[in-house]
């Protein structure tokens, strides 16, 4: 029996912000909890599970503004600027072509052995503490010597930006061939993980000022640890 669009692995909210308060209320559930209730009834998703939204950020007539709690729930926020004229012709190239026949990469049990391969990356606990310190400095930008960004700022991330912080880190350092996290790990996937929980304040907006200036700015002030040795640490238990 068919439950609704949102059982599937990959689900695709085209222009979010167009989806009124009751259907992002039923997303919200759904990505935080990975099921759905209904009639008293839960119904759990299939796995893996996976929210890719899109938001137009031109249109604000018959919108809705996303709640944080929502905005935060995402693990990444990836901001798409025009394409390249190479680009822009492939896009239309493709768009004219014939239709290709798809063929699946990897089945159920690929992708779980690829989860339990990221969830044995190794973080070093200065790391951890580098990540921490990163998201603590968007709350009290005055604590790492940027108190002028404090008038910019609502509210800094929370702490799911640490969290998926170091989650994203971890997968990124498994595609990239390693069995460890690197600061430059972090620090390349900052600005997607981290620009949409910052809160600005209309001093920011009248400014002109972007979350992904203030990130710059707060990447430049913490200092990354040194990790010396450390693919030999990481297997030591």
């Known amino acids: 029996t068919w439950k609704g669009p949102v059982f599937t692995n990959l689900l695709l909210a085209d222009e979010i912000n167009?989806?009124?308060a009751k259907v992002q209320s039923a997303l919200l559930e759904v990505m935080e909890e990975r099921q759905v209730s209904l009639g008293g009834e839960t119904f759990p998703?299939?796995?893996?599970?996976?929210v890719m939204a899109t938001q137009n950020p031109i249109e604000t007539e018959g919108t809705y503004a996303l709640p944080e709690a929502q905005i935060d729930r995402f693990l990444m926020k990836v901001v798409v600027t025009y394409p390249s004229a190479l680009e822009e012709f492939s896009i239309v190239e493709r768009m004219i072509a014939p239709?290709?026949?798809?063929?699946?990469?990897?089945?159920?049990?690929?992708?779980?052995?690829?989860t339990k391969l990221v969830t044995q990356v190794y973080v070093d606990p200065l790391i951890i503490d580098y990540a921490v310190r990163l998201v603590a400095a968007t709350r009290n930008p005055a604590a790492v010597g940027l108190a002028e960004l404090a008038p910019y700022l609502s509210f800094g991330a929370s702490p799911r930006g640490s969290l998926h912080l170091v989650a994203a880190a971890r997968a990124l350092a498994a595609i990239r061939g390693r069995d460890y996290v690197v600061t430059t790990d972090l620090r390349d996937l900052a600005l997607d993980v981290?620009?949409?929980?910052?809160?600005?304040?209309?001093e920011a907006l009248a400014d002109r000022v972007s979350a992904?200036?203030?990130?710059?700015?707060?990447?430049?002030?913490?200092?990354?640890?040194e990790l010396k040795?450390?693919?030999?640490?990481q297997k030591t238990p």
């Open 18 to 20: 167009r989806a009124p």
């Open 45 to 50: 998703v299939p796995r893996p599970f996976l």
């Open 99 to 114: 239709p290709v026949d798809l063929r699946p990469l990897i089945g159920h049990e690929q992708w779980e052995e690829l």
């Open 194 to 202: 981290l620009r949409h929980r910052l809160v600005l304040s209309y």
């Open 212 to 225: 992904d200036e203030i990130l710059t700015r707060v990447l430049g002030a913490v200092a990354a640890p």
């Open 229 to 233: 040795n450390l693919e030999t640490r």
